[in-house]
T-cell receptor, first 106, second 112 residues
Framework: GQQVMQIPQYQHVQEGEDFTTYCNSSTTLSNIQWYKQRPGGHPVFLIQLVKSGEVKKQKRLTFQFGEAKKNSSLHITATQTTDVGTYFCAEAGGRFGAGTRLTVKP | EAQVTQNPRYLITVTGKKLTVTCSQNMNHEYMSWYRQDPGLGLRQIYYSMNVEVTDKGDVPEGYKVSRKEKRNFPLILESPSPNQTSLYFC???????????FGPGTRLTVL
C-alpha cells in the first residue's frame, strides 16, 4: 500500500481563499516531489524538495519539507480558477500520495 | 519537442485478449515507469526500469509485464487482461531515479 499519506482527499474553495494539502510519511524521505494534474490531463512536475526544513515558493505556491523529512505541504495563496486540479506528492522512486482534488468556485 | 508518447490513447478490449501499450521517450532518459490511476487511489506504480535490460516490480505488478530492450521504449504488456485492470495508465520517464518525472498523455483501458 501507499506509504505517503495525503490529506485532504478533496477541497472545495471560493476563489480567493487559500488552500493547503499535506503529505505524511512514516519513514524519512530522501526527497519529496509535487505534481499537478489538470482535469483530463497528465501529472506535471511542480517542484522537488530535498533538504530538511526547506521552503520554496513559486508565485502563489509555497512548498515546505518538514524538519524530520517525514512531512510536506503545498499552500496556495488566493486561489484562482486556474489552480483547479489534483495535487500529488511523491517520494523518490515514484510512490505517490492519493492526491488532493481542488475545485475553485468563481 | 521533448515528450513521452503512449499508444493507444484509448482501448476497449475483452477479457483474456493480450494487449500491449507502447511508451516512448525522446529525452534519452534512463529511468522509465508505468503507473495506473484509479479514483481515490492516486497513482500506483506497476513496474519501473532504471536502465536498459533492468526492470523491477512496483507496488501493483500482478497481471502485467514490461520489457526494456531499448532506452527509449518501455512497453506494458497485459498477457490476459481482466476487468479489474480497467484503468487509466501513465508512462513516465526521468533522467535518473528520484529526478523529475515526465508523464505521457495516458491510456484509458477498458476490459470487458
Amino acid at each position: 500500500g501507499q506509504q505517503v499519506m495525503q490529506i485532504p482527499q478533496y477541497q472545495h474553495v471560493q476563489e480567493g481563499e487559500d488552500f493547503t494539502t499535506y503529505c505524511n510519511s512514516s519513514t524519512t524521505l530522501s526527497n519529496i516531489q509535487w505534481y499537478k494534474q489538470r482535469p483530463g490531463g497528465h501529472p506535471v512536475f511542480l517542484i522537488q524538495l530535498v533538504k530538511s526544513g526547506e521552503v520554496k515558493k513559486q508565485k502563489r505556491l509555497t512548498f515546505q519539507f518538514g524538519e524530520a523529512k517525514k512531512n510536506s505541504s503545498l499552500h496556495i495563496t488566493a486561489t484562482q480558477t486556474t489552480d483547479v486540479g489534483t495535487y500529488f506528492c511523491a517520494e523518490a522512486g515514484g510512490r505517490f500520495g492519493a492526491g488532493t482534488r481542488l475545485t475553485v468556485k468563481p | 519537442e521533448a515528450q513521452v508518447t503512449q499508444n493507444p490513447r484509448y482501448l476497449i478490449t475483452v477479457t483474456g485478449k493480450k494487449l500491449t501499450v507502447t511508451c516512448s521517450q525522446n529525452m534519452n532518459h534512463e529511468y522509465m515507469s508505468w503507473y495506473r490511476q484509479d479514483p481515490g487511489l492516486g497513482l500506483r506504480q506497476i513496474y519501473y526500469s532504471m536502465n536498459v535490460e533492468v526492470t523491477d516490480k512496483g507496488d501493483v505488478p500482478e497481471g502485467y509485464k514490461v520489457s526494456r530492450k531499448e532506452k527509449r521504449n518501455f512497453p506494458l504488456i497485459l498477457e490476459s487482461p481482466s476487468p479489474n485492470q480497467t484503468s487509466l495508465y501513465f508512462c513516465a520517464s526521468s533522467s535518473a531515479w528520484a529526478y523529475e518525472q515526465f508523464f505521457g498523455p495516458g491510456t484509458r483501458l477498458t476490459v470487458l
